[in-house]
């Protein structure tokens, strides 16, 4: 199996306590061809131990796991060396394990029941760097974070931004790709990545997630972009 531009296809672990789960999402990402599931893990300690024994660029992670949960896995799983991208597997019942998954270095949130062209190119995006949100869970996510720091600081970080750059955060607080915020603003993915890592670095923003965070907590004050 070799990726769509004839490299290596991306390596992923699947971490999911329900087996039939781990075998659907299998067949859905190879199919695309470009993505190789290296190993399944039924909990954490299986994750881990599959992180160790595999060259991984992608994990996806249940949270809510028997034994060793997604949470431990994920704090543990970051401080390995040269740790995957690791992005949380949930459902519509968001609860507070969210924002520990994020302190603890999750790059994003997808459903488990995504359309397959949302799954392929989450992990593509997750695989080369960016961070991901499913536009579904953006508006139920993002506002439990709300006044979670200095808004003050943050409006004048977001009116510091250029006219551009505040339409690319604008569509990524939306949890939209390079992809989609390309077609939208009529740019190439490599200008939005160029654009995506000059917000990040204007707002001290370590991802994509946090970025989205700051952005709907400036709109939540009423701030004008």
């Known amino acids: 199996m070799q990726a769509e531009d004839g490299g290596e296809p991306i390596r992923v672990v699947l971490a ?5 789960l781990r075998r659907g999402l299998r067949l859905l990402l190879e199919t695309s061809g470009t993505i190789r599931v290296v190993a399944e893990a039924g909990d954490g300690h299986e994750l881990l131990t ?10 996806l992670i249940d949270v809510q796991m028997p034994g060793k949960d997604g949470l431990s896995a994920l704090r543990e799983l970051m401080v390995l060396p040269d740790p995957p991208a690791a992005a949380v597997l949930t459902t519509f019942d968001l609860d507070d ?13 997808l459903l488990k029941d995504a359309d397959p062209a949302v799954l392929v190119r989450a992990v593509h995006d997750l695989a080369a760097g960016g961070a991901v949100l499913d536009p579904r869970i953006t508006a139920r996510l993002l506002p439990r974070f709300r006044g979670a720091t200095d808004n003050a600081h943050e409006v004048q970080l977001v009116r510091g931004l250029s006219a551009r750059e505040r339409q690319v955060l604008e569509l990524l607080a939306d949890g939209r790709s390079n992809a989609d915020i390309g077609m939208r603003l009529g740019l190439t993915e490599a200008t939005v990545k160029s654009y995506v890592s000059t917000v990040l670095s204007k707002l001290g923003a370590q991802n994509r997630v946090q970025a989205a965070l700051i952005a709907q907590r400036v709109a939540g004050v009423g701030d004008r972009w």
């Open 16 to 20: 999911d306590d329900e087996a039939m």
């Open 50 to 59: 599959a992180v160790r024994a595999h060259r991984v660029d992608v994990a």
């Open 97 to 109: 394990y969210v924002s520990e998954a994020l302190r603890h270095g999750a790059n994003g949130f």
